[in-house]
C-alpha cells in the first residue's frame, strides 16, 4: 500500500479528484482530459455559468443524439443558456460525471452524466444518465455529444471517428477495460 487517503462521506468530489489526480500521475493524457471534465462538474453544481462557460471552447458544438435530447446547440454562450435554463426549472439539480469511463485518449473521452434534482412545483423528483463524449484541445471543450446509456456502441464508435487520425487503430479504452490488469 503506498497511500491511505479517507475520505468526508459527504464529499466523493474530493475523493473523485484525489484518485484524478493519482491516474494523471500514472498516465499523463489524463490531466489534459479529466480537468476540464471536473471543472464543468464544478461549475454545475455550484450553479456558476460564468466558471461552465470558461471551461468550454468559444466555438464548442454540442449534438445530443438521446432520444429525448435538444439537438444541436454551437457556441459557448449559446450552451451556457441552456444549462442557465435547466437551473431555473430545477434550481437544486446535482451533476456527477467521471465515475466510469469506456473511452480515453489525449484528445478526448467519453464517461458517464448523472443528474439528480427536483421540480418545483409538484414536478417531482428526476434522475437521468446519459454517455458525455466530449474532445479537448488547449485545455478547453471543444465538443460535446451526448447518447442515451443503451447506444454505448454508437457512442464508442462516433469517438473513434472524430478522434485524431494519427491515433487510428490504437486501443483508446482504459487498462482494465482492455483486460490489462497491470495497467
Keep these: 500500500i503506498a497511500a491511505f487517503v479517507l475520505f468526508d462521506l459527504d464529499d466523493a468530489r474530493a475523493a473523485q479528484r484525489e484518485a484524478w489526480v493519482r491516474w494523471a500521475a500514472i498516465d499523463p493524457d489524463v490531466e489534459a482530459v ?24 468559444d466555438d464548442v458544438v ?26 431555473k426549472l430545477a434550481p437544486d439539480t446535482h451533476g456527477e460525471m467521471g465515475w466510469w469511463w469506456p473511452a480515453l485518449d489525449r484528445h478526448g473521452a467519453i464517461t458517464v452524466v448523472r443528474r439528480t434534482g427536483n421540480v418545483p412545483d409538484g414536478g417531482g423528483d428526476f434522475e437521468s444518465e446519459y454517455l458525455y463524449l466530449y474532445l479537448v484541445a488547449q485545455s478547453r471543450i471543444t465538443r460535446i455529444e451526448t447518447f ?36
Excluded at 471534465?37 to 468550454?56: I, M, Q, T, Y
Design 34 to 57: 479529466v480537468t476540464p471534465v471536473g471543472e464543468v462538474v464544478d461549475a454545475f453544481n455550484k450553479k456558476s455559468a460564468a466558471k461552465w462557460r470558461a471551461a468550454l471552447a
Design 148 to 183: 442515451d446509456m443503451n447506444a454505448l456502441d454508437k457512442a464508442l464508435a462516433r469517438f473513434e471517428e472524430l478522434r485524431n487520425p494519427s491515433r487510428e487503430g490504437e486501443d483508446y479504452r482504459p487498462p482494465l477495460l482492455r483486460g490489462d490488469r497491470e495497467g
Design 62 to 87: 454540442v449534438e445530443d443524439h438521446r432520444l429525448a435530447g435538444m439537438g444541436r446547440i454551437e457556441g459557448a454562450d449559446a450552451y451556457a443558456e441552456s444549462v442557465v435554463a435547466l437551473w
